[in-house]
């Protein structure tokens, strides 16, 4: 099991859901009024709220995931330098719990891509012209797989993505990276008594 | 150009090869020893769970510092102490973190601290933040405690977790981005423009994947608070960390703050702090080059910070870039045309980025003996106890409040909203904060990022205003 339970599968079959954005900040993902919770659940509600409603809580009518089918699209495929902004690890929770198991993008801010991998959520970081195609070719059939580190995009090609081998590891094989740390126990004594700390 | 040796090395490399419990190898990240964990009460309280979970302890309690700052009201109490919080669940929240900290044995600097404050305020204050440390946050901001020539940067609340229980973290090595910026300020130019200059020129997934070393003469002649608001952003333009080398200038901040080394621990920790530099002949993976005498007082006009104008200038044309277009339609601003001029709504000084005692009395210079705008809502929010104390000392507070401005109690208030402290729905605010995401501010609130001297012109005109001209008419 990884931390949060959610042992990802090797393989996700799913089609695509399109949000042709670049500089999708984890302020949009989940909106900062939403923090001040305890837990990590429940927050698929609260997932690009300021784009679903309007102040009032009333539903907007030019909300970018109108046609959205979480049954059927549980890949997700932005622009360019998704999850920029906020460390904030609501976000992948926040995808997550909304239906969303990867994303695909050309680039992904940092801190947001160490947060999916942690729960996860796979950042899929792929060519802008792989990005084009999917834009240009909504609800697409595609595979991530995992171990392969490869998305295959249906007829159009498959192509392979960057993911460090430890956090495929430990997706594929459900290991605990905080169970891997406490491993190193000795080690982490050792420094501290090298360096006085 | 001197000879390249090997062992010539960089401040990024120093601090990295410092802090290996276990180098990377082809199979797994580096195991990196955490010497400081800052803690506040938003990215936490999963991370406490967590352990609780896992019948596990935290590890070193002696390296962990928590302060309350994101969720806390800056309105003052009543008079029975009485804090009124946005919602029960922000209360809670506030609540938890005392809990937790309570119960592991961390120091929290609460409503009861005379040291309390905004979490990237508080750490240098205290001297808690020191050169050559590996700093670590629930928070992006975290970059910020690189001006002290410390490794810090900011994590998520799993890696919280994985902190708390082993003092260390996984991490894959990033590269190095060199920034060198050379010359001396314009007037009424400060490291916020320095900073958003170079966002808007290198852009918000320029520094993604990178540690950034900021040098040059330009850095050398700044005082901490603005080597503080350099490294600050360094995240906004996606990098993991910002980095100044130490110097003098940095000693002299530190000596004598409760945290820092005293008496010949002190001098032991110069001795070691002066070596963290980078070599003459090291190279970065990447370098870029700022001309500082260039820079102009400048303000952002879109929906990220990347998005950057001299405060006078014309807003770029949106004919290539379908983001821009989008960002203006959102502002309400037009390509071509300036911001000067553009009526404001609220004024927002305070924030991690520019919240310190420099930044209110640059504020202050220029609304001292005059009123803020009328209809115009002005908030100063001090980032520490300590901030605050020092500017009254000083009547700081006075020069604010006889301007029309509100002096609020510290946090991080409308940088980010989630105490309550938001704009109202199509409001432009100036503010001296770090982000202008839509929303950031309050649901469909518009936001231009500023130095404190901008705002503080932006209040009294109540127009997007250059404060060059304040300046000039104080001098004649």
């Known amino acids: 099991m990884t931390e949060q339970g959610k042992n990802s599968s090797p393989v996700i079959h799913s089609h695509t859901y399109n949000i042709p954005q670049d500089n999708i900040d984890t302020d949009q993902i989940i909106p900062a009024q939403f923090l001040t919770t305890t837990e990590r659940g429940g927050l698929g509600k609260f997932c690009f709220y300021g784009w679903r409603f309007n102040a009032d809580g009333t539903a907007k009518e030019n909300n970018p995931l109108r046609d959205h089918r979480p049954d059927r699209q549980q890949v997700l495929v932005a622009g360019s330098n998704f999850g920029c902004g906020s460390s904030r690890e609501h976000a992948p929770w926040a995808l997550l719990d909304y239906g969303f198991r990867a994303v695909i993008s050309s680039r992904f801010a940092d801190i947001f891509c160490n947060n999916s991998l942690k729960n996860g959520l796979i950042p899929v970081t792929v060519e802008r012209q792989v990005i084009e195609y999917l834009h240009a070719h909504p609800d697409s059939n595609v595979s991530i797989d995992i171990s392969r580190r490869q998305l295959t995009v249906g007829e159009y090609g498959t192509f392979q993505f960057p993911l460090d081998p430890f956090s495929a590891f430990c997706l594929t094989r459900g290991i605990d990276e905080l169970d891997f740390i406490l491993q190193k126990e000795p080690e982490i004594s050792a420094y501290e008594q090298r360096y006085s700390k | 150009m001197p000879q390249q040796s090997p062992s010539d090395s960089t401040l990024f490399e120093k601090l990295w090869q410092r802090h290996l419990v276990m180098a990377e190898s082809a199979e797994t990240p580096a195991l990196l020893y955490i010497d400081l964990h800052l803690l506040h009460e938003v990215t936490t309280p999963q991370a406490f769970a967590e352990l609780k979970r896992r019948g596990l302890r935290v590890r070193r309690p002696d390296r962990c510092l928590a302060t309350i700052d994101h969720s806390t009201p800056t309105s003052a109490p009543e008079a029975d102490g009485k804090r009124h919080y946005v919602t029960d669940q922000a209360r809670v929240q506030v609540e938890t973190v005392h809990r937790n900290c309570e119960e592991h044995g961390i120091v929290l600097h609460g409503w009861d601290s005379p040291n309390r404050g905004i979490v990237h305020v508080m750490g240098p204050e205290l001297g808690a933040t020191q050169p050559g440390m590996t700093i670590v946050c629930g928070d992006s901001h975290t970059s910020t405690h690189g001006a002290f020539g410390a490794l810090a940067f900011g994590i998520g609340t799993t890696e919280v977790g994985h902190v708390l229980a082993s003092q260390c973290l996984l991490q894959s090595k990033p590269k190095t981005l060199g920034i060198r910026i050379e010359g001396d300020l314009a007037p009424a130019v400060t490291a916020k423009d320095v900073i958003l200059h170079i966002i808007g020129k290198i852009g918000v997934g320029g520094g993604t994947g990178s540690v950034i070393e900021y040098y040059g003469s330009t850095v050398r002649a700044m005082d901490m608070d603005s080597r503080m608001t350099l490294c600050n952003m360094s995240i906004e333009c996606g990098a993991r960390a910002g980095m100044v080398a130490p110097d003098d200038t940095t000693f002299d901040y530190l000596n004598g703050r409760p945290n820092a080394p005293r008496g010949a621990d002190w001098d032991t920790a110069v001795a070691d702090w002066k070596t963290l530099k980078t070599d003459p002949g090291a190279t970065y993976d990447a370098q870029v080059d700022i001309d500082a005498t260039l820079i102009r007082p400048s303000v952002t006009f879109g929906t990220h910070p990347g998005m950057v104008v001299a405060v006078d200038a014309a807003i770029p044309s949106s004919d ?60 100063v929010v001090p980032g520490s106890e300590e901030v605050r104390r020092a500017a009254e000392a000083e009547g700081l507070d006075r020069v604010f409040i006889e301007a029309g401005a509100q002096w609020r109690e510290p946090g991080c208030s409308m940088c980010i909203g989630m105490n309550g402290d938001i704009a109202a729905p199509g409001e432009l605010v100036v503010s001296t904060s770090n982000r202008n995401f839509k929303g950031r501010q309050g649901p469909l609130s518009r936001t231009i990022l500023a130095s404190p001297l901008t705002a503080a012109a932006c209040a009294i005109t109540g127009k997007v205003s250059s404060p060059q001209q304040f300046l000039e008419a104080d001098n004649d």
């Open chain 2, 320 to 379: 290539a870039d379908e983001s821009i277009a989008d960002a203006l339609e959102y502002m309400g601003f037009q390509a071509g045309e300036s911001l000067a001029d553009e009526s404001v709504d609220v004024v927002f000084i305070g924030s991690c980025t520019n919240s310190r005692l420099s930044d209110l009395r640059a504020a202050a210079s220029i609304m001292k003996n005059r009123k803020v705008a009328s209809g115009l809502r002005v908030l």
